[in-house]
């Protein structure tokens, strides 16, 4: 995985471009792609950078939300489905549905990175997904439950098993500032059915000015910020202090309409495959 | 096909009368079950409606049929090997939990309600006795997940499968190769409780026209279709609703089906349980609180307790349950003895081997 760029010296990306350019005659440049061929296909990845504000996200560190709650995360997992792209005249490819389910766990690295195959080469500029399982998905017959959806596998902590329905976001932690004995918090999201309430929500990222441009031989990455402090404020105010626990009941719409807008779009890479 | 496998086969679809005079030429039926294992294959009675359950996704087959009665039956399904999902389901009790209002799992602890009988599950699109689960294929890994249960984790079952001696040959054996996942697991499973058929009870065999009801028998029938069948309905004995039938409040922590839709309307309804072996099903009830039938007809007739929402079919004016005379309820007894299916309880193909 393509990962250097960012980190190492200039000479040293210098001489990397000076080789890729001998290397790669055709498209040397990384900034200035080659018109896409929509029937050739390239890859893509999503990567999820979860953060506490201005701070990468550490779990089993202390951070402050919006209610002034001192709080301290321990487990922060959340569904990616139904990924969708747009290019800038307005093309959509739409990700296969049946491999289109991603888990991103903040305590393992590599499910933050959602890599995308057989993306048709353009200029994409937007990005859209599902925060969870939409109903299809949640009914999907037991052999179609593979992946991010295997309860006896990556899904097995993403399972309401009393009333058959995934778990879209989790999050867990624990504050002083909850009033109870038990001074952890947990944000357990999900409900797929029409009734008594439904959290399937779906988010679309603009790249603006700097698309993604998807080639054979160009694999961007695109870098989606998750702010967990979002989770707290937005359409309604979080206090730990008033209510800790967020499970399958009606106020965990308010948990859900804000986290759906705790992502945003930070930067793209547009590098070349190795 | 032998005789016994031939005479197995007409056991189900012809009266038992015709069946025994089979039975004595096929010698004796103590015989070991492995015979009738070939001919496993779901069929549905000529008395019962289509299965809900898309068979066509998961056909029964013989070896699939083993492996699901393997596991249910085999307690490496439990955190320490000491229950199975057969310890709270007894097959004499038509799967139900013969004697206990609650039932114990691991280490002794209660579950929240009473064990219900496993039986006509293809006919079913919700379980438990709020309608949680609303698959039959997800159905186990809530025991074997509930801590008060199995507390096992379905990926920690999966790999002491997979690490089993006996396992992967099984699993070869019903799908073609040994990889053991969550799929297949859930789908034995559920091959072997669709094959927990009842539809060989005298009832049954009145409704496919091959025996008649004594007169008393249709007499408690007739009461009971006019006071209990609007709940307790057709060939099921449920429309598979949820209701309240007026039994006070004993744990307030259990809702019912409001835990479920978290509907105020719904506080304290539960399923319409089947009445099919109802004689061996007993105690009675969501949380198994009656013990005897007789004492279940008591509560209709004169311990109905009013609430919101108290079932209007058990509100009269300003009277509450349903009017029943003493002669009445022996007769209902006397019908519902007909809901009986010895065939079932006794099927060698559904015991643990």
């Not at chain 1, 779906?202 to 998750?226: C, D, F, M, Q, W």
């Amino acid at each position: 995985m393509k990962k250097q760029s960012k980190k190492v010296g200039i000479p040293f990306s210098m001489a990397l471009t000076m080789l890729f350019s001998l290397m790669f005659a055709a498209c040397s440049d990384t900034h200035t792609p080659s018109t896409p061929n929509e029937s050739k296909t390239g890859d893509i990845v999503l990567e999820f950078d979860n953060v506490a504000g201005v701070d990468e996200l550490t779990l089993g560190k202390e951070y402050t939300n919006a209610a002034n709650e001192k709080f301290t995360p321990t487990m922060l997992k959340y569904y990616i489905t139904n990924i969708s792209l747009k290019t800038t005249t307005g093309t959509i490819y739409t990700v296969p549905k049946s491999s289109s389910y991603f888990l991103v766990d903040e305590e393992v690295k590599a499910s933050q990175k959602i890599m995308i195959g057989n993306v048709p080469e353009g200029d994409y500029t937007h990005v859209s997904f599902t925060i969870g399982v939409d109903s299809l998905s949640s009914t999907l017959p037991i052999e179609n439950r593979t992946g991010a959806l295997d309860m006896g596998g990556l899904g097995k902590t993403m399972f309401w098993d009393w009333i058959s329905g995934y778990i879209f976001f989790k999050m867990e932690g624990e504050s002083q500032a909850i009033t109870e004995v038990d001074k952890n918090f947990r944000f357990h999201i999900g409900g797929y059915r029409k009734e008594p309430f439904n959290n399937v929500k779906t988010n679309t990222i603009s790249l603006g000015s700097t698309p993604a441009t998807v080639r054979e031989a160009i694999k961007p990455e695109v870098h989606i910020i998750a702010d967990i402090m979002k989770v707290f404020s937005g359409a309604k105010s979080i206090s730990l202090a008033v209510n800790a626990s967020y499970m399958f009941s009606p106020n965990s719409v308010d948990i859900a309409n804000n986290y759906v807008n705790m992502f945003s779009f930070d930067h793209v890479h547009n590098d070349k495959h190795h | 096909m032998n005789l016994q496998v031939i005479c197995n086969l007409l056991r189900n679809y012809i009266p038992i009368v015709l069946c025994s005079i089979l039975l004595l030429s096929c010698g004796n039926d103590d015989n070991p079950q492995t015979v009738t294992e070939d001919i496993v294959k779901f069929s549905v009675p000529s008395n019962f409606p289509a299965p809900l359950y898309n068979l066509s996704r998961n056909p029964v087959t013989p070896d699939g049929f083993i492996l699901g009665r393997t596991l249910f039956y085999d307690g490496i399904l439990s955190r320490d090997g000491s229950i199975s999902c057969g310890t709270c389901h007894q097959q004499f009790a038509a799967f139900a939990h013969s004697g206990h209002d609650l039932s114990h799992g691991i280490d002794d602890q209660l579950t929240l309600r009473n064990t219900p009988p496993v039986q006509n599950l293809a006919w079913q699109k919700e379980f438990f006795w709020d309608g949680g689960v609303t698959d039959l294929d997800l159905f186990p890994i809530n025991p074997i997940q509930a801590h008060n249960e199995m507390d096992e984790k379905l990926p920690n079952v999966l790999e002491k499968l997979r690490r089993s001696s006996k396992y992967p040959a099984l699993f070869k054996k019903a799908f073609g190769s040994d990889t053991i996942d969550t799929g297949r697991f859930l789908k034995a499973i559920a091959q072997f409780q669709l094959m927990c058929i009842s539809s060989n009870s005298k009832f049954d065999k009145y409704e496919r026209g091959e025996i008649s009801l004594s007169q008393e028998e249709m007499q408690g029938k007739s009461v009971f279709d006019s006071k209990c069948a609007s709940c307790h309905k057709g060939t099921f004995f449920t429309d598979l609703s949820y209701r309240n039938n007026g039994l006070s409040v004993k744990n307030a922590a259990d809702s019912g089906r409001s835990r479920v839709t978290l509907n105020k309307q719904d506080s304290y309804t539960f399923k319409v349980p089947s009445l099919r072996n109802i004689t061996s099903t007993d105690p009675y009830m969501h949380d198994g609180r009656i013990v005897t039938l007789e004492k279940v007809l008591d509560h209709y007739e004169k311990g109905v307790v009013d609430s919101p929402t108290l079932d209007p079919l058990l509100k009269n004016g300003p009277e509450r349950g349903i009017k029943l005379s003493s002669e009445e309820k022996r007769l209902i007894i006397v019908f519902l003895k007909t809901l009986s299916d010895e065939t079932f309880l006794k099927n060698k193909l559904l015991s643990e081997q």
